[in-house]
């Protein structure tokens, strides 16, 4: 077994009216929401993915398949504690968390520090291991026209 491993994630949801906006496991205030079969919280699936990827398991789709029933609507975070369950169980913990949510609107700056909290609670580090940062995409292609927010992360897993 390796002392390090590290992983990255990315995921992008269409922006659609008639949902809630959920990113980072908190509410946003918007007219949009995501489009997906769980919750669509952009950044926990890219979290998800690159915790999965750290550990050269199957991504979020193959684990919480779409087809099925049970994960309609589902509250990523629960999918996070489960993915994270996986991290545990093959013995290694989270040292750090870095990334990015992209998108045009509405501004994420005030949301950020509930959703490190929020995700650092779930996966049992600091916020201060957890960075989130947002960008815009400077009004170009989808993200940039309203069309949709997309999220990337870096993971560093360290055996436990
Ligand atoms: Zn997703």
Do not use: C, W
């Not at 769980?38 to 890219?46: G, N, P, Q, R």
């Not at 950020?112 to 916020?127: G, H, S, T």
Request: hydrophobic share 45%.
């Amino acid at each position: 077994m390796q002392k390090f491993r590290i992983g990255n994630g990315y995921d992008i949801h269409r922006l659609i009216e008639g949902r809630d906006l959920i990113i980072g496991g908190i509410k946003i205030t918007h007219e949009k929401g995501l489009l997906g079969h769980s919750d669509a919280d952009v950044l926990v699936h890219a979290i998800i993915d690159a915790l999965l990827g750290a550990l050269a398991m199957d991504d979020i789709g193959t684990i919480f398949p779409d087809t099925d029933l049970k994960y309609k609507n589902a509250d990523s975070m629960l999918l996070l504690k489960k993915v994270y369950s996986k991290v545990k169980n093959s013995g290694y913990r989270i040292n750090n968390i870095d990334s990015n949510i992209i998108a045009q609107n509405p501004k994420m700056m005030p949301y950020i520090p509930k959703m490190r909290m929020a995700i650092a609670n779930v996966l049992e580090i600091k916020d201060s291991d957890i960075s989130i940062k947002a960008k815009t995409k400077e009004n170009l292609d989808a993200v940039g026209e309203n069309l949709a927010i997309e999220a990337n992360a870096v993971v560093l897993l360290v055996q436990d």
